[in-house]
């Protein structure tokens, strides 16, 4: 293989802010909104035409649905954005019992208005491909247009980007993948079906669910060769009046590299192959779905994990399973594990227990009280002096990456780091200089739950 230079290039320094956020999904929403209501001059950039991440881009409408059965409530951002969305958006026509399920195109609509309602200077469309590094500190962020790339100027950056391209960028080590490997989790392309018969559907003990079970029993009599997926179970969401299905999360691939553009390929193109034949067979087997049309493919396939930067501390499986607390806790998450297959096996009962070997999957709802804190360090790369990592790159371990990459979590965890951001620009210290006092009280003052039994 050959190697060609890159020319040097120049860019205009366009923007300066004071918290510059990298990736407008749930971290990045919550991390440019808890900085800019601390009074932070702030700008989001996002590489898509539009806001909310996997929500968005891969149909996650559900959030929650892991800790309907303990009674955890959700706080914070994450629940004032759930709120005023209810307010607006009502149940999102959903005809099925809970839990609740946003619409991801209302969504859409809704957290452009949330966002810039905070203060926050959206930018879509730039890619951040680069930084530069001016004494152990990003000064820059360069963004790809169209035209020539530009410049934003930063106080502190955040990185919300799930991939963890900005640290990556400026230097920071990272971990990617389970640990004899590296091999990520595998990724799923959500599906929409249009022309359901509803009536019928809801005539079904459990309407949707239902489908999903009777699947499950075709997987394992072998009936299902047709479709390319060994995963049992098809977690499907709302159900409108007006007959659409609007997601079906079955079209996996596995053994890939979220990260390399040879593998994405591939991916796409094989989870639209399964796609069809997923439809296919649901149309031709279950009631209700006769006369049904494939009406949307998610814009994006979703990925569930890939680089996760080394901070200060490093979350662990025996963190959460010793329900443990830390001096510098900034968000409380019930236990809970949503560990994909990587390579496709099944294998296990999906259920794990410290001291037992990790199955190559496991889905572990909340059905009791146990919770853990994520500590303040989780967040903070051990290089780079104006750099804070949000959402579900942080550090940690890959089994505990499994449970906060939820999203309510990854919202929290950006919430913390946009508040220990702003604190940081109006102290004129380093991330790892905040006032951990300081930023738990503050974040305590807002509604975030930071210490567990509260
Ligand atoms: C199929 C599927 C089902 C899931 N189901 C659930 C579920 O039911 N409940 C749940 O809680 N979680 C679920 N998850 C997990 C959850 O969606 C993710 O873990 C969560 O969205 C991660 O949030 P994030 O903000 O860290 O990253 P993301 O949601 O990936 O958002 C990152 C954002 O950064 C942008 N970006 C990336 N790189 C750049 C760059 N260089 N420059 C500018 N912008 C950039 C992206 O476009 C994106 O908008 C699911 C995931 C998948 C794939």
Request: hydrophobic share 35%.
């Amino acid at each position: 293989m050959s190697i060609v230079t890159i020319p040097a290039q120049t860019a205009e320094v366009v923007y300066k802010a004071d918290v510059v956020v990298v990736g407008g999904g749930p971290a990045g929403i919550g991390a440019s909104v808890a900085a800019a209501r601390q009074g932070a001059n702030v700008m989001l950039l996002e590489k898509r035409g539009f806001l909310g991440g996997n929500i968005t881009s891969a149909y996650v409408e559900t959030c929650n649905h892991f800790f309907i059965y303990n009674g955890f409530e959700s706080y914070g951002i994450y629940k004032d954005i759930e709120d005023k969305y209810k307010e607006k958006f009502g149940d999102s026509h959903n005809l099925r019992k809970p839990p609740f399920r946003f619409s991801s195109e209302y969504f859409k609509i809704f957290i452009d208005e949330y966002v810039t309602n905070a203060g926050v200077k959206i930018l879509l469309h730039s890619t951040v491909r680069d930084v530069i590094i001016e004494d152990d500190k990003i000064k820059y962020v360069i963004v790809q247009t169209k035209e020539q790339p530009v410049a934003v100027e930063c106080g502190m950056v955040i990185d919300a980007t799930g991939d963890g391209d900005i640290a990556y960028r400026a230097g920071v080590p990272f971990e990617m993948g389970r640990p004899q490997d590296g091999l990520c989790m595998g990724g799923t392309t959500n599906f929409r079906v249009a022309g359901v018969n509803t009536e019928r559907i809801l005539q079904y003990e459990n309407d949707l669910s239902t489908v999903g079970e009777m699947y499950r029993q075709a997987v394992r009599r072998g009936e299902t060769k047709e479709v390319e997926n060994p995963r049992e179970y098809p977690p499907m969401g709302r159900l409108t009046p007006g007959g659409q299905v609007t997601y079906i999360n079955y079209a996996d691939v596995h053994n890939i590299n979220p990260l390399k553009i040879e593998d994405l390929t591939k991916a796409e193109i094989k989870a639209r192959r399964i796609t069809l034949q997923m439809y296919n067979y649901l149309k031709n087997h279950y009631e209700g779905f006769e006369n049904s049309e494939l009406s949307a493919i998610a814009p994006e396939m979703g990925f569930r994990d890939s680089r996760r930067i080394q901070g200060l501390y490093k979350l662990t499986k025996e963190d959460i399973e010793a329900d443990k607390s830390f001096e510098d806790g900034i968000a409380v998450f019930p236990r809970f594990y949503d560990y994909f297959s990587q390579d496709g096996k099944q294998d296990g009962d999906g259920t794990w227990e410290l001291g037992r070997p990790i199955p190559p999957w496991i889905f572990q709802p909340s059905y009791d009280k146990r919770c853990y804190e994520i500590p303040y360090r989780c967040l903070v790369p051990g290089k780079t002096e104006n750099l804070l990592v949000s959402g579900r790159c942080i550090s940690a371990d890959n089994l505990a990456e499994s449970s906060i990459r939820a999203i309510f979590a990854c919202m929290q965890t950006g919430e913390a780091a946009g508040t220990a951001a702003a604190i940081a620009i109006k102290e004129g210290v380093t991330p790892k200089g905040v006032n951990i006092a300081k930023l738990r009280e503050t974040l305590k003052s807002n509604g975030v739950v930071i210490e567990k039994n509260l």
